[in-house]
C-alpha cells in the first residue's frame, strides 16, 4: 500500500465540489487516512510550493492557493501516487481527459480544482508538512 498527499483546491472548495470529489475518492477504492480543511496563509502556500519558486506563475500559484479554505488529504491504495494522478488528469483542465476531476471541476492551469504528489519522495515532505504521524494512524 502507497499513501499519496492530495488537496481539494479553493476554486473546487468555494464552488461547494469538495463532497462530489470525495465521492469520486471513495468511488475509486482509495483509503481517506487523513483529512482537514484549512486556510493557507500566503508563507504557508510559499513553503508548500517552494520548488516551484523560480517559476513565472510561483506568485498567481500561491495567491491562489492563499485566497480561500481548501481540503488536504493523505490517500491511500496500492499505486496511490499515480491512481491519484490518473484520476485528477492533466495539469491544464483543457488537456484533461473526459471523466476526470480537473476536466470536470478545474477552469484553468490554475484554478484546476486538485493537487497531488508527483513521485514517492515528494508525496513524503507533503504528507509531512500538513499531517503528523499521529494523524495518519
Ligand atoms: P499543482 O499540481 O498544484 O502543482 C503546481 C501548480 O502550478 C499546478 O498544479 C498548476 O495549478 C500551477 N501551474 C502550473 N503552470 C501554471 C501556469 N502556467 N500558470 C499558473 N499556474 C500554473
Excluded: Q
Amino acid at each position: 500500500m502507497e499513501k499519496t498527499f492530495a488537496i481539494i483546491k479553493p476554486d473546487a472548495f468555494a464552488a461547494g465540489n469538495a463532497g462530489k470529489i470525495l465521492d469520486r475518492i471513495y468511488a475509486e477504492g482509495f483509503k481517506v487516512v487523513g483529512l482537514k480543511k484549512i486556510y493557507l496563509s500566503k508563507v504557508e502556500a510559499e513553503g508548500f510550493y517552494y520548488v516551484h519558486k523560480e517559476r513565472p506563475f510561483f506568485a498567481e500559484l500561491t495567491d491562489f492557493m492563499s485566497s480561500g479554505p481548501c481540503v488536504v488529504m493523505a490517500l491511500e491504495a496500492e499505486n496511490a501516487i499515480m491512481k491519484w494522478r490518473d484520476l485528477m488528469g492533466a495539469t491544464n483542465p483543457a488537456d484533461a481527459a473526459e471523466g476526470t476531476l480537473r476536466r470536470e471541476f478545474g477552469t484553468s492551469i490554475g484554478e484546476n480544482a486538485t493537487h497531488g504528489s508527483d513521485a514517492p519522495e515528494t508525496a513524503a515532505f507533503e504528507l509531512g508538512y500538513f499531517f503528523s504521524g499521529m494523524e495518519l494512524l
